[in-house]
């Protein structure tokens, strides 16, 4: 299929080919008829993809943080690395669209194929010829509703959110600031509302649009008489609401609203404006400053958009779907005409030319631009990227063909390239569900092809093995599936997120025998080896300290999710706990854990020290904090027994302490042993025997980590063992 992208290292825009992606559980898979491109917002992500460094510095600084930020995490090397990788992405543009399904996902009765729908949502509803649409993104359009006018439903619902927000009543008047793609929807759907209501623009050109959308009156900012006009239509108190719809870096909007709007009045925050009120001003008249954000409740919850869990009704009446569902009904009705923006439609395939437009003359389609799609694209889940090589059927000699399932960050900015520096890999197949992330990653890194479908890879004989760097709940099922296809897999961590997963992949291979390493890199560090073989003739236990400043991690990021992402003892940790166990040279039997704060109604948080017995004796604190400072080292690796110590400071440099002398080991970079790591991986499927990570040191480790949980929820001792 084909979908716009932007790359926001060179700034070019483009129409790229594109798998089309996955039809996911609970979701349905759309052929898109018309999408809508909202001129304010999508230029403004155009014009930043077009910046310089400095300039997305400039317009960025939570950016430029987050990579300070890095650097003194893991170096400027590996930052940069890193950047340079996100900005070579290609990025999907759009967010509301229309068209018809095509494929329905499991667990979902509500649609069936061929129904006519309307799809919001920022790299979903984007401009594409397929989309994968969760539940609660998604609604159906009524027989009188053209798919063309259903294409502006989520900026509808923008929109609509804002009347909402400011509690209209019949009757009051409204002034609109902004005369934009939302304003001039917010107009009508006040309008439907019984609302009175005056624009306002900048842009003289809009003032007519404005009232052929159903504005009593539509005044330039220029005016000046403006402030006396709006005072004479409504008989001296002022409006009662403004409705900033504006996008603008000027604090105007907010200034007019305060001289403008009646004692005690509303100002609703719609669009981008400095929110920055004369104190004497709002206080004086005792206003109201509102934000609406986006199209309603359940927007940035991913419980809501993304798992399909919906608000009840009597708890929250206008969720986001039912905002995108009340505006298809109010053009049903003829209450909202979108045809009255009069926005300019192009084909599909010269999406390039109309944002040239949008860039070159943004009054032009300040009303938007529509684009209309073919009605015949096949759906096609692989795309070519370069020519197929001839590949032998004999047992692995030459090159070992690799397939990478997921292409998020961690995958194209730290595994593919410590693939690439082996002259013993063929990069066969990159695969991810939404496809566009496999075709950016294709196009970067030299992939034959890339695919949405993780079947296309399996079927593969040329693909020796899989590379599995997905979300974490599909670790353990991608693994049997591929090793019970005949293919070796190396599973990034975690392997699994609980002991069902764990015996799926344990029987998928003790079935066939085929190689599964977990991405534990921190063992094949040259810092670990080197403190391994300090300790390795030894005669007696020795302890082990690893503390770990992680950070916080959001509550609603989806490695918090308990389902997908997974406790981070179990999902992170595992790091650690495998550390232990190298360093040790054998396996935990017994853990002890306790957290700060105790547990709360079953849930646990990520501060937590576990104490771990090992099979020989020794004994290992894991010391895992999200509440520190962020900017101290986070990790910090001690080892004593012997007469020896042995201390790793964050991955840069250890330091071996023996009869007073002191041996330093410092390699470059951050050693933490990625490229080894992978190294280590191709080299036992060439040879055709197990890693020095073997399957059962993972199983142990990943027991371990489940038992850590345990024992933080009964407050017991709990064996490393299955339950």
Not at 43 to 71: E, F, H, I, T
Not at 210 to 223: V, Y
Not at 229 to 238: C, I, M, N, Q, S
Not at 277 to 286: H, P, S, V
């Amino acid at each position: 299929m084909k979908q716009v992208v932007q790359n926001y290292n060179s700034g070019e825009l483009t129409v790229e080919q594109v798998p089309v992606p996955l039809c996911q559980s609970g979701g349905v898979l759309v052929r898109t008829a018309y999408s809508l491109v909202s001129a304010g917002t999508e230029r403004m992500k155009v014009s930043q993809a077009r910046m310089n460094l400095l300039q997305m510095a400039k317009a960025r600084p939570d950016k430029v943080k987050q990579v300070m930020q890095s650097v003194k995490q893991v170096g400027l090397k590996e930052t940069l690395s890193k950047v340079r990788e996100r900005l070579d992405s290609l990025t999907p543009l759009g967010y509301s669209l229309a068209g018809v399904v095509e494929e329905v996902g499991h667990g979902l009765d509500e649609f069936a194929v061929g129904d006519r729908v309307a799809c919001a949502g920022e790299g979903i509803a984007c401009h594409a010829e397929f989309v994968s649409v969760p539940r609660n993104l998604c609604v159906k359009v009524p027989e009188r509703v053209d798919l063309q006018d259903a294409a502006f439903s989520t900026v509808g619902a923008i929109a609509m959110n804002g009347v909402r927000q400011a509690g209209v009543t019949v009757g009051d008047t409204v002034l609109v600031i902004g005369l934009g793609l939302v304003g001039l929807l917010g107009v009508q759907i006040l309008k439907a509302a019984g609302c009175r209501v005056i624009g306002v623009d900048i842009d003289e050109s809009k003032l007519d649009l404005a009232k052929r959308c159903g504005a009593e009156a539509a005044i330039s900012r220029n005016d000046p008489a403006l402030e006396d006009t709006l005072r004479h239509l409504t008989d001296g108190a002022g409006p009662d609401v403004a409705y900033i719809a504006a996008s603008t870096k000027s604090n105007d909007p907010m200034e007019l609203s305060g001289n403008a709007v009646r004692d005690r009045g509303k100002v609703v925050i719609v669009g981008m404006v400095p929110v920055e009120a004369d104190w004497q001003t709002y206080y004086m008249k005792e206003l109201s400053v509102i934000m609406a954000r986006s199209y309603g409740p359940g927007r940035y919850d991913p419980n809501y958009e993304y798992k399909g869990i919906d608000y009840p009704i009597g708890y929250v009446k206008w969720t986001e779907r039912r905002n995108l569902s009340s505006f298809l009904n109010l053009i049903a009705a003829g209450q909202v005409r979108p045809g009255l923006l009069q926005p300019e439609i192009f084909d599909f395939e010269r999406a390039p030319d109309a944002y040239r437009q949008l860039h070159e003359a943004p009054g032009k389609h300040a009303a938007g631009i529509i684009f209309k799609y073919k009605t015949n694209t096949p759906l096609v889940r692989r795309i070519d990227v370069k020519k197929e090589t001839t590949v032998s059927t004999t047992p692995v000699s030459g090159k070992v063909g690799i397939a990478m399932i997921g292409a998020g960050n961690f995958a194209t900015g730290t595994l593919i390239p410590a693939l690439k520096k082996l002259d013993t890999v063929e990069l066969r197949a990159i695969a991810s569900a939404g496809g566009l992330t496999a075709r950016s990653a294709a196009r970067r890194h030299g992939f034959t092809y890339c695919a949405s479908g993780f079947e296309e890879v399996l079927k593969d004989d040329s693909v020796h093995a899989v590379i599995i760097a997905t979300r974490h709940d599909k670790h353990a099922s991608f693994a049997a599936q591929a090793v019970r296809a005949g293919k070796h897999a190396f599973v990034e961590k975690p392997l699994a997120l609980n002991e069902e997963q764990l015996q799926q992949i344990v029987d998928a291979q003790k079935e066939t025998g085929k190689i599964v390493m977990t991405g534990y890199n921190r063992r094949f560090s040259p810092l670990s080896v080197a403190m391994h073989d300090f300790f390795a003739s030894r005669k007696s236990p020795i302890e082990v300290v690893c503390r770990v400043n992680a950070g916080e991690i959001k509550a609603d990021s989806w490695y918090q999710d308990a389902e997908e992402g997974g406790w981070r003892i179990v999902s992170e940790g595992c790091h650690f706990v495998d550390l232990i166990q190298y360093l040790c040279g054998c396996k935990p039997v017994r853990v002890f854990a306790e957290m700060i704060g105790g547990s709360r109604q079953g849930a646990l948080n990520d501060n937590c020290i576990a104490n771990i017995r090992m099979e020989d004796g020794s004994i290992a604190s894991l010391i895992y904090i999200a509440n520190g400072d962020s900017s101290f080292e986070k990790e910090r690796i001690e080892v004593f027994g012997q007469g020896r110590a042995a201390v790793n400071d964050n991955w840069r440099i250890a330091k071996l302490s023996s009869n007073g002398k002191i041996k330093k080991v410092n390699p470059s970079g951050s050693g933490k042993g990625h490229a080894a790591e992978m190294a280590a991986f191709v080299d036992a499927i060439r040879k055709g025997e197990e890693p020095s990570l073997t399957f059962q040191q993972t199983v142990d480790c990943t027991l371990t980590t489940f038992a850590i949980e345990r024992s933080l929820r009964s407050g017991q001792v709990e064996k490393c063992a299955m339950e």
